[in-house]
């Protein structure tokens, strides 16, 4: 047998991402606030934070906001949270700062979707900005969406928000993360008027509130778990443009320092993305078996074997420096992605088998059931 046809679907894979015109593994995608914009006007905008039990992070994205705008108008929903959310968020003083009680969650609906439609029925403003409850932005930052947003007409713009990136496990996991979601959502093409990609960032979204009107947002995704991007292919099918980039500008304050974390997000929505098919499964296990493990299997077997395996992972590595250097990390790292990739894909099939097995899945202390299921 010929050892090297272990590595050559794998080196097929690399390159062909490598060489693709729209460039996922590229990062200029990228939009980072600006101090000459900072004087804009931000009196159309709302912000509508649903938040759920975000205690310890409420205050820090609250005095974010302020820097921003003073007296920006802002609403929080608070999802029926157990931990003092709200009082926290009142202690803030914010003077144009609204906060509702959550109702009850409404059968087939996400608690997220349910709580952004709560509170877009009083949104007044032309435009809102959908901001998590954990995302501290930068000063300048919402002049800097604005400015863009009306400059190249859009109807929704999104930011995919900087993620902690300090322990192990997050250095190894989140840069890859944001990678493989370039890979499965080219910016490029979703920044285009092509309707083959709809992609969106749920921390940081700033939409037209009549499009959203139009769409029937939030009513439209009420069961969707991913709905970021649902959001985004609806608008886009209503004849939207959309943009999504990169950006250092909104911070997660979310921690990921155990894997325990990490392989719960991943695994909550990582069969959704599949839709939930087992036929897409197996495909993505063959995909990401030739593209990490067997190029690694081949360094063992003959000098023909090992040169395809080195320079399939010479490729590989040539893919991924581009994030790495945007999150500021060591080279180094990635030497670990064939490891991160193995790591994913277990998450995959672990979010298979609980939609599976648990008939659906669980976030924050609520049950979601799989599509179909009773």
Known sequence: MDWSLLALPGLFIWVSILALPWRPWSTRESLDARPDRRDLDLSEITVLIP??????????????????????????????????????????????????????????????????????????????????????????????????????????????????????????????????????????????????????????????????????????????????????????????????????????MRHYERLAVIWEMVSRTAFTQLRQSWLMLLLCTLLMLAAFVLPLLALAFGAQAILIALFTQVVMIVCYLPTLHYYYLHPLWSLTLPVTGSIYLLMTWSSALQTAFRHGTSWKGRHYPAAGSK
């Open 51 to 252: 938040a759920r039990n975000e205690a310890c992070v409420i205050a820090d994205t609250l005095i974010a906001l302020a820097r921003q705008a003073p007296d920006i108008k802002v609403i929080i929903v608070d999802d029926q949270s157990t931990d003092g959310t709200a009082s926290i968020a009142r202690e803030q003083n914010l003077p144009n700062l609204e906060i509702i009680d959550g109702q009850s969650l409404p059968e087939g609906w996400s608690g997220k979707l349910w709580a952004l439609e709560q509170g877009r029925r009083l949104v007044k403003t032309r435009l809102v900005l959908l901001l998590d409850a954990d995302i501290y932005l930068k000063e300048g930052t919402l002049q800097t969406l604005l400015e863009k947003f009306h400059r190249e007409e859009l109807d929704m713009l999104s930011l995919m928000a900087f993620l902690r990136m300090e322990s192990f496990w997050e250095k190894l996991l989140m840069p890859a993360f944001i990678f493989f979601f370039k890979l499965l959502y080219p910016f490029r093409i979703s920044n285009s008027s092509s309707s083959a990609v709809a992609a969106a960032a749920g921390g940081v979204i700033l939409v037209n509130r009549d499009i959203l009107t139009h769409i029937e947002a939030f009513t439209c995704l009420r069961g969707k778990l991913i709905d970021d991007c649902s959001l985004a292919r609806k608008v886009k099918d209503h004849g939207g443009r959309t943009w999504i980039g990169l950006t250092h500008s909104a911070i997660s």
